[in-house]
């Protein structure tokens, strides 16, 4: 009988000891997956944007200054005077966002070349 | 008049209290000296200990069971029940337990896990002390279901240790929980010896490549799989995993700060106080004091040791299959005791080279071992209930 016991003992020492090492171990491939993905993800992204920089750099400044003075003119129906053009991280903007910067941008020196 | 007043005097509980509720007020004293003037486990040990004199105090009727009688199909109380007859089933209805996890979860930084995946495997080693303790358990004349309960203490987590008990060996939760957070407030006189035995002097002054960062969409992403695997893979598991792993989604979420507060400050402090309160009130002379209870004492020194040696023995193996780049010290930490454990470890690791900063190593497998110990104890469910 106690050395029933004992080889049954053994033997939840075995299988516990087994599932714990394989569930853990199934853990740890799966977060180093994840990781690996993460990185290859991260590294496509950063690509992109190198990509997207370097078109942007490559473009001819002038002929974009020219487009985007025409559309500004449009947007705000008056003659305005480009000064300074900057990039905005391109990031999901919000109607109330893009409305506040154009009440601010003709709020500025806009007026007063009319 | 006098009838009255004896009547009063008759119902004292004086007359009720002998020797061995005497000697359970000296063992309260000795864990409420602990907790208060040593500062081992205060969280869990001073309510624990309360409920240990209350247990004790005779004719209080706090755990007396309420008379129900059912009159036309709606049950009307003539009794309502005592106040921890009914606390106590936060225990029973294993709602407590899982709810000390979901506020872990949110405690929790998985990050130093994530940074190095291989520390899950010095999580899972250190299980190893609940299933030798189980077998020593047997050895000594327990019941398989009693033997489980006993070996979860290797575990070195108190949630999982009451979890279980409370479903296998009820009868056993006074002192599976006071030698649970005992110990686990011992671990840094336990371990340290253990630690030093197992390791060589090089090994132990190996200093650690600093961990990665990790990215906020895999800590997102950690919860969900384990949850989903572990339930899979081992179902008793479910409340524990599922609430530790929901607590962590709310941490790593960012969108809910409320709830992840509200989870790890007022949710965890207010079960703390019933949960401790409700397995010291099981405390009650006849049924703690046992040759039992001496033998779950041993038994959970056997089991605290043995899982020190599975985390270290694991850590040893990784330092050679990794040429040298892996501090076997930290294995030690794969005993859950958050995070003690680590701090063990990096201590330890410190007194050899000063300039060696282990902690953060060490907080890989110690969180790991918080997993592993609720897959042991859903392992150990999955055969037994």
């Known amino acids: 009988m106690f050395w029933d016991n004992i080889f049954e003992g053994l033997l939840v020492l075995t299988v516990g000891m087994t599932g714990v090492l394989s569930v853990l171990f199934l853990f740890y491939l799966i977060?180093?997956?994840?990781?690996?993905?993460?990185?290859?993800?991260?590294?496509?992204?950063?690509?992109?944007?190198?990509?997207?920089?370097?078109?942007?750099?490559?473009?001819?400044?002038?002929?974009?200054?020219?487009?985007?003075?025409?559309?500004?003119?449009?947007?705000?129906?008056?003659?305005?005077?480009?000064?300074?053009?900057?990039?905005?991280?391109?990031?999901?903007?919000?109607?109330?966002?893009?409305?506040?910067?154009?009440?601010?941008?003709?709020?500025?020196?806009?007026?007063?070349?009319? | 008049m006098f009838e009255h007043l004896m009547r009063f005097v008759e119902q004292m509980g004086f007359w009720s209290i002998g020797y061995p509720q005497l000697i359970m007020f000296a063992i309260s004293g000795i864990l409420m000296y602990l907790a208060i003037v040593k500062g081992f486990e205060p969280l869990l040990l001073l309510p624990i200990s309360f409920g240990a004199i209350l247990a004790n105090l005779p004719n209080s009727g706090l755990l007396v069971a309420p008379v129900i009688e059912m009159i036309n199909g709606e049950p009307v109380f003539h009794e309502a029940g005592g106040l921890y007859y009914w606390i106590s089933k936060g225990i029973k209805l294993e709602i407590f337990p899982p709810l000390i996890f979901l506020g872990i979860g949110a405690m929790t930084?998985?990050?130093?896990?994530?940074?190095?995946?291989?520390?899950?495997?010095?999580?899972?080693?250190?299980?190893?002390?609940?299933?030798?303790?189980?077998?020593?358990?047997?050895?000594?004349?327990?019941?398989?279901?009693?033997?489980?309960?006993?070996?979860?203490?290797?575990?070195?987590?108190?949630?999982?240790?009451i979890y279980l008990t409370s479903k296998l060996a009820p009868h056993?939760?006074?002192?599976?929980?006071?030698?649970?957070?005992?110990?686990?407030?011992?671990?840094?006189?336990?371990?340290?010896?253990?630690?030093?035995?197992?390791?060589?002097?090089?090994?132990?002054?190996?200093v650690m490549e600093p961990p990665k960062k990790?990215?906020?969409?895999?800590?997102?992403?950690?919860?969900?799989?384990?949850?989903?695997?572990?339930?899979?893979?081992?179902?008793p598991t479910a409340p524990l995993i599922a609430m530790?792993?929901?607590?962590?989604?709310?941490?790593?979420?960012?969108?809910?700060?409320?709830?992840?507060?509200?989870?790890?400050?007022?949710?965890?402090?207010?079960v703390t106080f019933f949960l401790g309160t409700a397995v010291g009130i099981t405390m009650a002379a006849e049924s703690f004091?046992?040759?039992?209870?001496?033998?779950?004492?041993?038994?959970?020194?056997?089991?605290?040791?043995?899982?020190?040696?599975?985390?270290?023995?694991?850590?040893?193996?990784?330092?050679?299959?990794?040429?040298?780049?892996?501090?076997?010290?930290?294995?030690?930490?794969?005993?859950?005791?958050?995070?003690?454990?680590?701090?063990?470890?990096?201590?330890?690791?410190?007194?050899?080279n000063k300039h060696n900063y282990l902690l953060m190593h060490a907080m890989g497998p110690n969180v790991a071992g918080v997993i592993g110990s609720a897959i042991a104890a859903g392992i150990l469910l999955a055969i037994f209930k």
């Open chain 1, 31 to 114: 977060i180093e997956g994840v990781n690996k993905l993460e990185i290859f993800l991260v590294e496509k992204q950063k690509n992109k944007a190198e990509r997207a920089k370097t078109i942007i750099e490559s473009e001819n400044e002038d002929d974009l200054v020219a487009i985007l003075t025409a559309a500004a003119s449009v947007t705000l129906s008056s003659k305005i005077r480009i000064k300074q053009i900057r990039f905005i991280k391109s990031q999901p903007v919000s109607p109330w966002a893009t409305l506040g910067r154009m009440n601010l941008i003709s709020s500025h020196n806009i007026q007063k070349n009319q």
């Open chain 2, 109 to 161: 930084d998985f990050g130093p896990l994530l940074s190095n995946p291989k520390t899950f495997l010095l999580g899972a080693a250190a299980q190893l002390g609940v299933f030798a303790a189980f077998i020593f358990a047997v050895a000594l004349g327990f019941t398989f279901k009693e033997a489980a309960s006993i070996g979860i203490i290797g575990g070195a987590d108190g949630p999982t240790a």
């Open chain 2, 172 to 206: 056993l939760l006074g002192p599976i929980a006071v030698a649970a957070y005992s110990y686990m407030a011992l671990v840094p006189l336990i371990q340290p010896p253990i630690m030093k035995l197992l390791t060589t002097d090089t090994e132990r002054k190996v």
């Open chain 2, 214 to 235: 990790v990215s906020k969409r895999v800590k997102i992403l950690f919860p969900i799989i384990v949850m989903v695997f572990s339930i899979l893979v081992v179902p």
């Open chain 2, 244 to 270: 530790l792993m929901g607590g962590n989604l709310l941490r790593e979420s960012g969108v809910v700060e409320r709830l992840a507060k509200m989870a790890s400050n007022e949710l965890i402090n207010i």
């Open chain 2, 289 to 352: 004091l046992r040759l039992q209870t001496i033998f779950i004492i041993i038994l959970g020194v056997i089991a605290f040791g043995m899982s020190t040696v599975g985390g270290v023995l694991m850590g040893k193996i990784m330092y050679r299959l990794t040429g040298g780049k892996v501090n076997p010290l930290i294995g030690s930490a794969g005993v859950s005791a958050v995070p003690m454990a680590a701090r063990v470890s990096h201590n330890v690791g410190l007194e050899y």
